[in-house]
Nanobody
């Protein structure tokens, strides 16, 4: 129900844009976010945004990110600039959303972001 796009191989100092679209059984979203997991590390929040526009972000990306929600399309966009090698990770989209089964967490399959210098 979450379709991720963006990511790939990016040169250090460059930028990337990730998008996540929710569809299918999800009919009302409360919050969407991007998380990442680097090898040997725990999954961590990169940035999240509620449908009312409240944004939270990791200290590691503050000053380098833009998060936006298209409520009409149930889509979240995340842009990160000035990429660093330590941004390399698998990035996962998450949605806290309502479906026929109630409120629940939904996760995307993950997209690899690799930053090279």
């Amino acid at each position: 129900q979450l379709v991720e796009s963006g990511g790939g191989l990016v040169q250090a100092g460059g930028s990337l844009r990730l998008s996540c679209a929710a569809s299918g059984i999800i009919y009302r979203i409360e919050e969407m976010g991007w998380y990442r997991q680097a090898p040997g590390k725990e999954r961590e929040l990169v940035a999240s945004i509620t449908t009312s526009g409240k944004i939270e972000a990791a200290d590691s990306v503050k000053g380098r990110f833009t998060a936006a929600m298209d409520n009409a399309k149930n889509t979240m966009h995340l842009q990160i600039t000035s990429l660093k090698r330590e941004d390399t990770a698998v990035y996962y989209c998450r949605a806290l959303a309502h479906s026929a089964g109630g409120l629940g967490d939904y996760w995307g399959q993950g997209t690899q972001v690799s930053v090279f210098s």
